[in-house]
């Protein structure tokens, strides 16, 4: 991954100068020629536009997954055998010692309670018995339904279509299991995204929504957007963010050859734009030399966007300036 500006002059470009011949050059002005063992370039500083950007590499690849565990004690009678599984496949089922039992035990109650209720119902409608038997049918029936949630949690289903993952530590036919015991990932392949990780801290200024260019060597070069941002292995030297991209309809990627990606996190026009090289900074000044009638003026500057080649200026320039550049 790479920070760095872009800038697009609006001026006349960069005009670098060669010069063999110099004298002895001092903060005060002195000129700056007559002597050939010092060199110099020179730099006419432009106004322009300047962009904050991140670059990185992304390819086509399936972002979402999602981690499944067991949701009750018990021994597993049926598992998954396979890579590739669908939309609300079996992926395990676990016998519970005694589930069935207990069900069958507690629809008997619970058909007692009902009858026992409604009777009374008909009978007495609005006496303390029917009242007292409403309640009871009421408890007896939420009794039955944790059971009979217990029996659906027995049975886990593939929540999508794709790449499934089980955990070997116990998770096969016979092996005994635990209620939160990891299970299984499954890998969404429903649909392909353009993916572009970045190791440690998320990218400053990108959000949901911000803008990106993609390019695909002479295939592609559009625009796209930022749609999501799911974090990878957190507190590990592996860490990162992968950055789920949408390209701008009609956008044709393919599935192999390099994919450049531009976070464009911020563009300012009409900036004063000079090479990072061109700064000086001394005891906390900051300046560059201005080469104006054959002597180099030390003139102090204000830094605006940094970069990794260019800044900008936010005073002490207004362009057209030549800066000398040291060799």
Do not use: W
């Not at 992304?58 to 890579?83: C, H, M, R, V």
């Not at 450049?260 to 000086?280: H, L």
């Amino acid at each position: 991954m790479k920070r760095r500006l872009v800038s697009a002059a609006f001026c006349a470009c960069a005009l670098l100068l060669s010069a063999c011949t110099a004298d002895t050059v001092n903060s005060s002005g002195a000129e700056i020629y007559n002597v050939s063992d010092v060199k110099y370039d020179t730099y006419t500083v432009e106004v322009g536009t300047i962009k904050e950007a991140y670059y990185s590499e992304a390819e086509l690849d399936y972002p979402y997954s999602q981690n499944l565990f067991i949701q009750q004690n018990g021994i597993i009678t049926k598992i998954f055998n396979g890579s590739e599984i669908s939309e609300g496949e079996l992926i395990c089922e676990v016998l519970v010692e005694d589930l069935q039992k207990r069900i069958d035990e507690q629809k008997l109650i619970l058909d007692a309670a009902e009858e026992t209720y409604n009777s009374l119902k008909k009978s007495h409608p609005n006496s303390s018995d029917t009242e007292y038997a409403e309640i009871n049918y009421l408890l007896e029936k939420n009794k039955y339904d944790d059971l009979i949630k217990q029996q659906d949690e027995t049975k886990i289903y593939a929540p999508s279509s794709g790449t499934i993952r089980v955990d070997n530590n116990g998770c096969v036919a016979g092996g005994y299991v635990y209620d939160g015991q990891y299970l299984c990932t499954i890998t969404d392949k429903s649909r392909t995204y353009l993916c572009a990780f970045v190791y440690g801290a998320q990218l400053n200024n990108v959000n949901f929504g911000s803008s990106v260019t993609i390019k695909q060597g002479a295939i592609v070069d559009c625009k796209g957007k930022v749609v999501d941002m799911i974090e990878r292995n957190p507190g590990t030297e592996y860490a990162g963010f992968t950055y789920v991209i949408e390209p701008e309809e009609g956008a044709e990627l393919r599935d192999f050859g390099k994919i450049d990606v531009v976070f464009n996190v911020y563009e300012k026009d009409n900036v004063v734009i000079v090479p990072s090289g061109a700064v000086k900074e001394v005891g906390g000044r900051t300046y560059v030399n201005v080469l104006i009638d054959g002597a180099k003026i030390e003139t102090d500057v204000e830094l605006g966007i940094q970069g990794e080649d260019e800044v900008e200026i936010i005073s002490g320039l207004s362009g057209g300036e030549k800066l000398i550049i040291n060799r």
